[in-house]
């Protein structure tokens, strides 16, 4: 059949790996052939770019793409000019004519959920709360941006430049720490936390993994009761937020994203019409959940049970 | 022109009788301070990166506020221990001349299958351990018959195992990590290297404990066995080693097979660490590992260096990260100093090893 | 027979060594002496032929092999290992372990009778004072590692000692002790292989001269038989050689 | 016992005159093909990468269906341009025995100094590209001189300035890309070497050219000018060399330089195949810069290579990957299948030299 | 005076070298022969003491700048490059460019003048016949080598010619060639040191003996005063050495 391709940031990230899983069904469901494509390292874009182009050559009807960075458009700007369709998943790409559609969650919602959520929760002792940021790394990589300030707008702590991370000068932001997105950097960045202060009761991690991290770490310097938040929704992330390991965890849904984007692609192959925004906004949003058992007024959650139904892998 | 046979040697070397018998001994400088110092410098090189150490715990705990406290220096030790672990395993390959990029990678893959034959397929952690030490030591294999029988260079041989093996860790693991709460529930013993003994404000994980443990065997391995005696041999010339009768190709596939073997028991410590089993993180390890042990004093021609400042090296370098991250500096002037440190640890050993010559 | 790629190095080279002899094995730089004993020794593995000790075909794959043997070689390059101790380096390969169960199952090297033995065997051949058995060997002089290396061959060849070259580099002084010890080898019976460019010096030792050329055996003669000249003349192919002699 | 001096040698050696006067000769091989074909192969060792080459785009031609088109053909040369110049770079700095660790880091931060330059400060493009291009040249002259005047190998240089470099990138840049539309409105000239010419299917980037023109640069001073015996001979034996009279630091510090000035062109190039610059890219390109000079069949010993085998070399990788992406082969086999790649070639490459010699 | 870390290399060395003479020096191994003329020819820079050419004080910082002098040495290690061609070797260091603006500007290497240049040189010694002047030299054998550092020094030679221990590793035949060298050289007027352990060779060609020992200058005798036995009794330190004789 017709040819579609996904490109993710790297091969090494559950996330992508589900998107791709879920992609690869949803191909095979719609008698497409399907073929994937990682980056290396998240903000690269020199792989990626490579990948645009051999799908090209390989005859792609659609193509799928989390991009590392805006400076695959041009690329994808010649692959729209040979007749491609352009997908942008999770991540919209800043020239509007790189992409004929974004399938996004909103991580800056994502974000503002978490920290809405843990403001909330503190309730008054919000005003004098000690907070750690995991975040990936100091590269200002997109999500990693969105999500970071849109949990600092969240607990209400002003954010003079919403492009770049830690640009606030809130004396309740403690700091922001390397994780790499990993279990492995989760623990040692919340180690180098603690050690700076050891009275952190918010701890905000830019996935599951580094959360996982920070409870481990945590645990070991003998911590109890401190809020530690999360996005992206996966199984075992849910199940961590069942087991009170993560107080709450904005999920996304990225089997969604991947199914509606090889359902577009499927569609667009048959008759050539392209798929068409979400009302009011500039693109399909696959929508976020906040998911905790412990929910709060004013902002509206799942508990896990219903996390781990929709969680994806 | 018949001559006599079994002469007592050529007419000119008579006066040799005579001859001075003494080894020829020049002039020697005075015994002064300068010289005893640079005497046992030389004798225990590893007392410089020892130096290097004391020396940077004391500046930072004059720059950062918190840093000499008994819980920021466990912290440090906690922090180096499977870099520590991994840089033995990294100074038994550099000995004998050769370099390992492929630690990581057997390292992670190693930590996935014991995870998930012990979660995953119930197997008793006794043995999901035993065989991720044996696939460890496998892949070691792997790597020294590469190195030996094919005769490639060992940069080049791990260079491709580590592609090889990275993919076999995706491909195993679906990039799905093993969830702390599961491993604890399943088999709690995975994560032993993560429970730690306290003395007051210190504390000292069994990792830490494992991680002086093995320094001290595997010091004495190459200090007091034969084997140790032909690592060094290897190292310092092939040629001499070979034409001396050691078996070369099969002590170094044992060094490779060894350093396999420490890196799937750093796989074990690595899950204490982190409290769960994922295909990601330890990323930098294979230069962190090389770091240490060139910090440490150990030469990359092979031949001469210490395990205990390979140990000393990771330690250093965990004082500079946590120093400098306790100091509030940001990652990238923590980057620019672990790369100074470098070059400067080396210089320093370089000068002193001529100025002690 | 041996081969490098294209070039045959050695073809033809029958050998013989009777026991308690010095044979001396001469010829042109290139003819292949070098490559003979490596064969003999192991070094390198001959592509064809055989080697026999005391009448029984050997194999050797290694130098490992022929040391275990009971061959014992010093070759040109010396083959010592320059970071390590000289006690160390006489005892590479074959290191002493300690009694009982530190040497038997925690396999424990005995630093000390190693030290003691090596001391013992250098003083003893009276080539030098070494003033610190643990020494590097890179510490040595040309004349002291060659030392080394020649006690070490006489310390533990019981079959057949080879010496390739051993007194190139050697002063008149050293190259004497060479000699001397050469010819107190040979008086405990232990059968000497010498590869020497030095005329008088071979003529002074060897009980019969093998002259290599071009790969190949020429002829064995007896030094009292010939000349020095005599020989030369055989080795570079300006007189014809004798049909073979010994 | 006085003598006679001055007499025509020693009473041994009269016989000498007569002696054969021709040097030794063996027995030849007959000249049979497999003979000639070795002798051609020993002389052209490059003949090994380019037949590889050759083999690998009929397999791939064979496999994937779209691969033998001149579209894919002129994709692959795209992908691996800025690979080829940095090989080219990580070439000269092999042949001396040395290996670059940085090459990346100055490639990405020399674009990085252009670009800002250009785009924030409003300097004119030609300037800012002198200004990065001698960037470029003079971190590689401080890994030159870090190399030769205070002596360490250059392995650790390289390892220190990677941190170093990398550090001084993030600061400098702020994390922050330059934008293609920003690039393209301040300064198009920027991304000149992006732009193509289109003979019938196939299309050639000015970045393609520029690798070809700067590998026959650098062929020709490598084979053509002292300057390039010199740098063989270091890469040979460093003693040697400085014996003959070679200045060693002053050559070495040349190469590394032109290495890094070199880098700093990659990274021009880099901008035109991206379409805009950003602090992190090309994150890989130290390894793939080192596997196609390895595959290339340039000795990491130093000494021996070339710089065509390296530019087959990043060809050879890229025909891999596009290959088998097209052949809808899964990105973890492809890694696998690059790691075997380059243990395969090397063996290859090596029982060859063993089987010509 | 030159020291290597706490060893004492060399000191007190004098040495004076008269134009068109050969002055062999000669000493125990270890005496630090190797040491002075690495200081006389730049590889190494002494720590104290100078350097007169002609009566000049020169400066030597490197090999270079001693070649760029006239002094030319054959260094016991021979100091060639093994992977490259015969040619290659013997310019190293001072390639021909090719005439005219593809020399001047771009700097290209006249491959063909320097092949001739070095197959003339190569057969004018008549020290051996090489095939192929393209041949790189790891694949000749060790006299042949010798032979292209020999020719190589007496090529360029314009002041003095250094040759340490020239023929250690050579045959019969060789060396005999390296000695009718070493006299050619000499009769065109350039002068040349000469160490050896080779006695009879020594006291063959050397117009001057200097004898060293434990670093320093112990005398200088002419061969035609004493005998070899005497010579060797000084350097051993058997005899007393005579007051300084030349
Ligand atoms: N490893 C090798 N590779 C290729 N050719 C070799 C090798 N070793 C020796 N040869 C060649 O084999 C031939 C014999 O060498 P060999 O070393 O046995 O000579 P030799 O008689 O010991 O000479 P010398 O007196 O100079 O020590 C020479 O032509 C040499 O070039
Ligand atoms: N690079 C070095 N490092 C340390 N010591 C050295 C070095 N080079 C030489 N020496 C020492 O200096 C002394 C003199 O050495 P040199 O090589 O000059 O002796 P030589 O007279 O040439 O001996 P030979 O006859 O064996 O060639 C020796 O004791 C030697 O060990
Ligand atoms: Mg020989
Ligand atoms: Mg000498």
Known sequence: GDLTCLITKNNTNPFFVKMKEGAEAAATAAGMDFQAYAGVTDGDAAPQINAIENCVAAGAKGILITPSNDSVGPALIDARTAGVLVIALDTPLADKNAQDMTFATDNFEAGLLIGQWAAATLGADAANAKIGMLDINKDNISVDVARDTGFLVGFGIDVPNLNVMGSETDPRVIGHETSYASVEGGVTAMENLLAREPDINVVYTINEPAAEGAYQALQNAGKTGVLVVSVDGGCPGIASVKDGVIGATSQQYPLLMASKGVEAIAKFAADGTKPSASDGLTFFNTGVNLVTDAPVDGVPSIDSDRGTELCWG | MEQEPKQAGSEFEVGLDAADKSVASFARDDRSIDHILRGILRRNPTIIPAMVLVFSVICFGIIAPNFMSPGVLSLVLKQVTVTGVVAIAQTLIILTAGIDLSVGAIMVLSSMIMGRLAVDFGIPPFFAVTISLFVGALMGWVNGVLVTIVKLPPFIVTLGTLSVFTALLLWYSGSQSIRGADIREMAPSLLFFGHSLRFGGFVLTYGGLALIGLAILIWYLLNHTAWGRHVHAIGDDPDAAMLSGIKINRTLISVYALAGLICGFAGWVAAGRVGSISPIGFTDINLASITAVVIGGTSLFGGRGSILGSVLGAMIVGVFNTGLSLAGVDDYWQMFAAGNLVLIAVALDQWLRRATK | ?246
């Open chain 3, 1 to 246: 027979m041996k081969r490098y790629g294209t070039v045959i190095a050695m073809d033809g080279a029958d050998f013989d060594l009777y026991p308690g002899e010095i044979c001396a094995v001469i010829g042109d730089n290139g003819a292949g002496k070098s490559t003979l004993i490596k064969a003999l020794s192991g070094a390198v593995v001959p592509d064809h032929g055989e080697v026999l000790v005391d009448g029984r075909p050997v194999n050797f794959k290694s130098p490992d092999d022929a040391r275990s043997e009971g061959i014992e070689t010093v070759y040109q390059n010396l083959a010592l290992s320059p970071a390590l101790s000289i006690a160390n380096n006489m005892f590479l390969g074959r290191e002493m372990r300690k009694p009982g169960v530190l040497g038997s199952v925690f396999r424990m090297m005995d630093h000390k009778r190693m030290q003691d033995f090596a001391r013992d065997k250098l003083s003893e051949l009276g080539l030098m004072t070494i003033q610190n058995i643990n020494q590097a060997v890179e510490t040595l002089s040309g004349g002291q590692r060659q030392g080394v290396a020649v006690a070490r061959a006489a310390a533990f060849g019981s079959k057949v000692i080879i010496l390739d070259e051993p007194t190139a580099a050697l002063g008149v002084k050293e190259s004497r002790r060479v000699l001397e010890l050469i010819l107190d080898v040979r008086s405990r019976g232990i059968p000497i292989i010498l590869i020497s460019h030095n005329m008088p010096h071979v003529f002074e030792v060897a009980d019969r001269i093998h002259v290599h050329r071009l790969g190949k055996r020429l002829c064995v003669i007896d030094p009292r038989d010939y000349t020095m000249s005599d020989a030369v003349a055989f080795m570079t192919g300006a007189k014809e050689a004798p049909e073979q002699a010994a």
